[in-house]
């Protein structure tokens, strides 16, 4: 399938739509042409872009690592944290433009969906800093250093079509070539527009009638218009020779047409398929051609057997034949009957270089002619039977074949399924925010930063609730879920831990700080008249309940929740209750991403498929801010 222009108009609008106020927490390299994005958003939940040289489209598959992507390194360094702040097209051109913006810096990610695709890392002046490709064509140049430079527009401008300029179109060629060159429509809207219209697509497009001009424009401008801004009727064909999504509902109704919910997710099929079977066949070619080979060295191991056993039995014939002329009452073996009989059996005695050698066929056997009958005889029988000794090395070297050959396709098929990929999993709300469950087995959820303590006192606070906070700088608020009835002591003090220790207070390893917390109704969304608060923070009146925390300890832990693992961070009881495996930390040591990888080593002792389901950024995104040295793991 190729991702076409007009296409391509709603696709930025939606995703960029969608996208809005995201930023990039993280990109993989699929293959050397695909790049996912895992956009973040404080408040929504995230969100994984493709952006391959095929098309763009938002996922909800992870797939597995394919082939390396050259662009990773730079992408990650250049792109990471930064803010999708635009998607833009010009036109109808299959190029799409991803803003970034970093601070004050501003990157654009190119991507061009024609030819073979490409993908471009430019700066704010359009220098190009990476890029898949180099191109070094008549019309322009892209490599790095250079600015970069769109190809030169061609055709109409579709978006804007009138009826003056889809005449000027007109010519002598048929009214089919016409719509689908001049307006650079693929061909699969070009016979549906046909089709509509009821014309023949070989009529010259000059000789088209006024009646069926207005009729073609009419047509066009509604196709157009339907796939570009909706609505869509979307769907999906997946057959040998097809691999297609389509916006919009063709007339042919093809019966093997899946109706899907949206356009973005019937491209997710397909070009997940298309990425997916590239993938087989780039990890079943090596196998493929190590298949071929045992295959062709086990048909000639065969072949072998089958001419070295009619070496055998012919040998072995004319060792018979002797015998024969022997009870016949011959004895030289130069009888000119025995010569002849031998013929029969295309056999002869001949010398080379003074050596007398008995030649069956293509076999040669020394002898002495001057030898009785039975002893050259036996001298054949001899070399019959070391010719059958033969054929056992042979099934030997076959049985060895053979079983490296059932191992390579085994080894074929597991590359193969090697290559998948995982529904990401819709996750909770608030898995977005610090959290945990209490050893009371009640939900924790705390803020990360300004923006997501907002979040959860304004979207999530609820009446039977506790609100914890610290009086120490960076302090989250967290939240203690639907305890009304009967305070659980043990909840309370877990959660006023992990409020301190998610603050300020595990960087300057501040130990002896309290924490406490109150109702929901003595927390104020508003300042006071006349007066202003900053983002994330909130008036507290009345009484607080002080809880004193007298040590900084977090564990890191993974559980299983029905069918899938997650992983969570909070005070260290709970989490080795609930937990698979854990590690607590405390404050000083090492980096974050070092600690993060020291755990994820431990953890993926206990299950292999820990590396598959959590990253290295996941375990970084669970650990308090700061550095952290690991005490104690289970």
């Not at 073979?116 to 070094?136: F, P, Q, T, V, Y």
């Not at 070009?190 to 088209?208: A, Q």
């Not at 020779?241 to 007339?251: E, G, K, L, M, N």
């Not at 056993?309 to 060792?319: F, G, H, N, Q, R």
């Amino acid at each position: 399938m190729t991702l076409a222009g007009i296409e391509l108009v709603y696709l930025v609008k939606d995703i960029g739509e969608k996208t809005s106020g995201y930023y990039a927490s993280n990109i993989w390299g699929i293959n050397r042409n695909s790049l996912l994005f895992k956009l973040h958003h404080p408040t929504k939940p995230d969100i994984m872009l493709m952006v391959s040289s095929i098309g763009m489209w938002i996922t909800d598959k992870k797939i597995e690592t394919i082939e390396p992507n050259k662009m990773l390194r730079r992408l990650r360094s250049d792109l990471l944290r930064a803010k999708l702040t635009k998607i833009e097209q010009i036109g109808t051109e299959r190029i799409a433009y991803f803003t970034f913006t970093n601070f004050e810096k501003e990157l654009t990610l190119i991507v061009e969906f024609f030819g073979d695709g490409n993908i471009i890392l430019c700066n704010e002046e359009r220098k190009i800093l990476a890029l898949l490709h180099s191109i070094d064509v008549r019309h322009r140049q892209l490599r790095v250093g250079l600015e970069y430079t769109p190809p030169p527009e061609d055709g109409v401008d579709v978006l804007n079509l009138t009826k003056e300029s889809f005449r000027e179109l007109f010519s002598t060629s048929g009214i089919g070539k016409t719509i689908g060159r001049g307006l650079g429509l693929p061909k699969k809207y070009v016979e549906e527009i046909i089709r509509l219209s009821g014309i023949d697509p070989k009529k010259p497009s000059n000789e088209v009638t006024n009646e069926e001009f207005e009729a073609l424009y009419e047509i066009i401008t509604s196709t157009l218009s339907k796939v570009t801004q909706g609505p869509h009727d979307p769907s999906v064909i997946i057959e040998d020779d097809v691999h297609d999504a389509y916006p919009i509902r063709f007339s042919d109704d093809n019966l093997n047409a899946k109706k899907v919910d949206s356009f973005n997710e019937g491209l997710d099929i397909v070009f997940t398929e298309e990425i997916l079977e590239k993938g087989k066949s780039l990890f079943s070619s090596p196998a493929d051609k190590k298949i071929e080979s045992l295959e062709k060295t086990l048909s000639e191991q065969k072949n072998a057997i089958n001419v070295v056993l009619e070496k055998s039995k012919t040998i072995a014939e004319v060792a018979n034949l002797l015998f024969t002329m022997t009870s016949a009452g011959q004895h030289d073996i130069r009888n000119e009957m025995i010569t002849n009989s031998l013929k029969e059996k295309n056999a002869e005695i001949i010398s080379e270089k003074g050596v007398p050698y008995m030649k069956i066929n293509e076999s040669k056997i020394q002898i002495d002619p001057d030898s009785s009958l039975p002893t050259i005889a036996s001298k054949l029988f001899d070399e019959s039977k070391k010719q059958k000794g033969a054929v056992k090395s042979i099934e030997k070297l076959m049985k060895k074949t053979e079983s490296k050959l059932e191992k390579t396709i085994e080894k074929g098929e597991i590359a193969k399924g090697a290559v998948g990929f995982k529904e990401v999993r819709k996750k909770s709300w608030f898995e977005r925010y610090r959290w945990f469950y209490t050893s009371d087995e009640v939900l924790a959820v705390g803020g990360r930063d300004s923006s997501s303590n907002s979040a959860i006192i304004r979207k999530y606070l609820e009446k039977n609730d506790k609100v914890f906070h610290a009086e120490v700088h960076g302090s989250p608020f967290f939240l203690l879920k639907g305890e009304d009835e009967e305070l659980l002591p043990l909840s309370l003090e877990e959660v006023a831990h992990a409020t301190v220790c998610f603050s300020r207070a595990w960087q300057i390893s501040a130990y002896g700080m309290s924490s406490f917390w109150v109702n929901p109704d003595q927390v104020k969304k508003g300042a006071p008249t006349g007066q202003s608060m900053a983002k994330g923070a909130f008036m507290i009146n009345g009484t607080r309940n002080f809880i004193k925390v007298s040590s900084l300890k977090l564990a890191v832990g993974i559980f299983k929740q029905d069918e899938d693992y997650l992983l969570v961070c909070g005070p260290p009881e709970p989490i080795k209750k609930k937990c698979l495996c854990y590690a607590v930390i405390e404050p000083g040591g090492s980096t974050m991403s070092d600690v993060a990888k020291k755990i994820r080593a431990e953890f993926d002792k206990v299950n292999d498929n820990f590396k598959k389901i959590f990253l290295i950024d996941d375990y970084v995104r669970a650990l308090p801010t700061g550095s952290s040295k690991v005490t104690e793991t289970g």
